[in-house]
Structures are given as structure tokens and as C-alpha cells.
């Protein structure tokens, strides 16, 4: 079968699979032409309402983490590594602020970060996002002007979400802002910055996490009715936070609230639902976050080298990767927006064995997309040579088969959102 390449249209990034659901398109389209909505899968996809300008459209393609990404090579001042990408420094890390540290997904570092920005006036604005007002086990995009809302806007948000919804609206406006949001989100604002100098002028700071990738609006469903509530009654559903890791929290209307621990919620095997991701994830050749200024995952308690899940004082491990980044750390601990500890490499891969497998089997990948004549991402400056040496023969055929049987059974083909299924336009949408 022929090799079709990467997608030539952004119909072509969501059927093929390859979209993310960060609406990137319907903030650089406009909302006459694009809208963020839920496909029939329970995924956040954009919905197509009008012809776009063939110009525009290939503007949105250089941008998109569906149709290219680009990595960072191996920049000056820092060690690269196949399964880590480029770091100059690695720390454990928390919020100074206690308060900050209990309600966050981990440590609070990114929050603590977000925070700092505000208060030092360094930005006007932090793009990242927050459980729906509206539909609590969804996720909306959020822009915060101030450090409470950033607060407001912590803890772990798993399912589907459009956190870049806004962003040209921003650019517009001519405002200066930070970026809070995934790998795949980062490295389309990375993109982004090679279209459209404002990028580089205008956001300084590209922060993220690991990604253990986006499942369907249907996860959250099924532990919703696992706890015998209807949707109507609940007000809060909470992933993580309060406490680290923190309960995964469904309070109805009424203020019973039903907890399930991060073991049971995803470790235990004995739940009825599954972590079930997007196609697009499960190729993902950087969940790590390799081209923001810092990486801040979770930095999980070990016991005999490996990740343990009970409840302990939140720790994020941090990875910082740009000389922007080392200076924004560097100020952040010295105003005790942020404290530090040691981190040792062989210590992150412990904590994180997944995302090492996940990284080092990309290129072949890949491969097996072309070989099945798939849409495919073009990837530029990921080092594949590194990645296959240092993966090995069987972990590169676990990951060369697992995409073979994904694509057989149709995973990547998927649909965009029908325009009849959005809710009526209130006038706030970007």
C-alpha cells in the first residue's frame, strides 16, 4: 500500500486520527468557521461549518499537532536524552504556599508558577483549564488575570478539552500570557511561533506536564453511574487534587460525596471502565513535553524502585529544558514561590516507566502507519536513530505490532463533529 503522508486538509487530521482536540483551528479560523464540540465518540473535535480560505488553512496545518511536529533536537546547555529529550536541570519540586500544595494535582508547581507570573507582572494572562461551570466531569479553557483563578483552575483534568481556544484572541488583543496546558498543546504553540512572530513577542512562558493521554467523555460517565448518581446531581467531579495523588471525587447536589483513590480509579483492574485513550495518543512521540521551558509530572513516591500511589505530601519532578525556564525556577524558589530537592535520572524513570516505552517506540510507530498507507504525522527533529537504539528489538515490535492491530480495527478513523449537535452560539465563543 502506498505511504499517504501527513494530512494535506484538517478534515484529513480528524478522520485520519490524528487530531488532538486542542482547537488551535477554531481560534485561528474563527467561530463563523470552526467550532470545539464533542464527536460521537466522546472526543473533543472541531466541528466544520464553512469553507475555509485554501491560505488559512495551510496556515493552521503548519500549526497543528495533528499534522507536524517538530522536536528540539539537541540545543546548546543541555543533555539530551532519547527517552527525556533536552534537560538542563532536574529537581523534585512543591509550592512554597501549603495551601497551593494540598489543592493541586501534585506538588503545585505549575499553579505555584502560574501564580508567580500574575503576581510579579511578568504576564497579563495564563491560558490553561478548569473542570466545566456547567458540566462538571468536562473541562473548559480558561484564561486567568489573576493568581486565584490559576488556583481556581488547578488539579488534573484527564478527559477531553480545547485549552487553546483563545489564543489568537489573545495575540490580538496584544496581551503578554503564559501557557499551562499538554505536550501536544505546547508543541502546537511552538508551531504556532514559526507562522506567527507574535508568538515568540507575546507568550514567553510554555509550560507542561507528562501526559498519560486524553480518554473520551465516556470514563467520567462511567464512574459517574458506577456510584448510582445521575448526571443531573452532580456538581463537583474532581480527577485529583486535595491531597496527593487525592481522591477521584463525585459530590452530587446534595453534598454526599463518593471517593474512589487513585489505585482504585486506575490501578486496581477491578473497575468497570478503562482508560481508554484517543488513537491519537497512543502515538504520541512526546508525551515528556520536550519543547516547553519546563516539564513538571508527577514526582510518585518509590519503594523498591517502583511508583507507589498512596497519599503523601504533593511532589512534582521537574524537568527544566530552557534557559528561560532555569531563570523563571531560579526566581520562582527565591521568592518562595517554589522549593526544590534532589532528583536523579534514574529515579524519573522509575516514576515513570510508561512514558519511556511510549517515547522509545514512536518511530516505529510511525512506521507502521506508512506501511499501512495511514495519514501520519510529519515529524521533524525527534532523533528516531536515538530513540531505536536505545529501545531495543522487543519493545520496538510490542509497539510496531500494538499501531498494526490499532489501524486493523479502524481506531484512527473517526469522525468530525456535527455541526447540528452544538448547543446554540451565546455570543462568547472565540
Keep these: 500500500m502506498t505511504s499517504r503522508g501527513a494530512p494535506r486538509t484538517l478534515q484529513e487530521v480528524v478522520t485520519s486520527g490524528l ?240 471517593d474512589l483513590t487513585y489505585e482504585q480509579a486506575w490501578h486496581s483492574g477491578g473497575q468497570s471502565w478503562r482508560y481508554d485513550l484517543q488513537f491519537r495518543c497512543k502515538i504520541c512521540p512526546d508525551a515528556v513535553g520536550e519543547s516547553a521551558d519546563l516539564s513538571a509530572p508527577d514526582g510518585w513516591v518509590l519503594r523498591d524502585g517502583k511508583p507507589i500511589y498512596e497519599e503523601a505530601p504533593g511532589t512534582n519532578a521537574l524537568l527544566v529544558r530552557t534557559a528561560r525556564g532555569h531563570d523563571l525556577v531560579r526566581r520562582a524558589v527565591a521568592a518562595g514561590a517554589l522549593v526544590l530537592s534532589p532528583l536523579s535520572a534514574a529515579e524519573l524513570e522509575q516514576m515513570h516507566p510508561n512514558h519511556l516505552d511510549r517515547r522509545l517506540g514512536a518511530p516505529v510507530q510511525q512506521l507502521a502507519l506508512q506501511v499501512t498507507g495511514s495519514r501520519r504525522i510529519a515529524l521533524r527533529r525527534y532523533r528516531p536513530l536515538a530513540a531505536l537504539r536505545a529501545a531495543g528489538p522487543r519493545l520496538l515490535w510490542q509497539q510496531f505490532a500494538g499501531t498494526l492491530r490499532r489501524i486493523r480495527r479502524r481506531d484512527n478513523v473517526e469522525q468530525p463533529v456535527d455541526p447540528a449537535s452544538l448547543p446554540a452560539r451565546t455570543g462568547t465563543e472565540c
Design 19 to 258: 487530531c488532538t482536540g486542542c482547537g488551535l483551528c477554531a481560534s485561528l479560523a474563527g467561530g463563523e468557521a470552526i467550532r470545539m464540540g464533542l464527536n460521537s465518540s466522546g472526543h473533543s473535535r472541531p466541528a466544520f461549518l464553512g469553507p475555509l480560505p485554501a491560505a488559512t488553512e495551510q496556515r493552521i496545518l503548519a500549526a497543528c499537532p495533528g499534522a507536524t511536529l517538530t522536536g528540539e533536537g539537541r540545543p546548546a546547555g543541555a543533555l539530551t536524552t532519547a527517552a527525556w529529550g533536552p534537560v538542563r536541570a532536574l529537581h523534585r519540586s512543591w509550592a512554597g504556599d501549603e495551601a497551593v500544595r494540598h489543592r493541586a494535582a501534585a506538588g503545585g508547581t505549575l499553579t505555584a508558577l502560574g501564580r508567580f507570573l500574575l503576581e510579579t507582572g511578568e504576564v497579563d494572562a495564563v491560558v490553561h483549564v478548569r473542570a466545566s461551570t456547567t458540566t462538571p466531569w468536562l473541562t473548559d479553557a480558561l484564561v486567568s488575570t489573576d493568581p486565584e483563578t490559576v488556583l481556581h483552575g488547578s488539579q488534573s483534568r484527564y478527559g477531553p478539552a480545547a485549552p487553546l481556544v483563545h489564543i489568537k484572541q489573545l495575540l490580538d488583543e496584544g496581551l503578554r500570557f503564559a501557557v499551562i496546558a499538554k505536550p501536544c498543546d505546547i508543541s502546537a504553540m511552538r508551531s504556532l511561533a514559526r507562522v506567527d512572530p507574535r508568538v515568540d513577542q507575546q507568550v514567553p512562558y510554555l509550560l507542561t506536564i507528562f501526559c498519560g493521554g486524553v480518554h473520551n467523555e465516556k470514563v467520567p460517565l462511567q464512574i459517574i453511574r458506577h456510584h448510582g448518581v445521575e448526571t443531573d446531581e452532580v456538581s463537583v467531579f474532581r480527577y485529583r487534587g486535595n491531597g496527593w495523588p487525592g481522591p477521584t471525587r463525585v459530590e452530587t447536589t446534595d453534598g454526599t460525596r463518593h
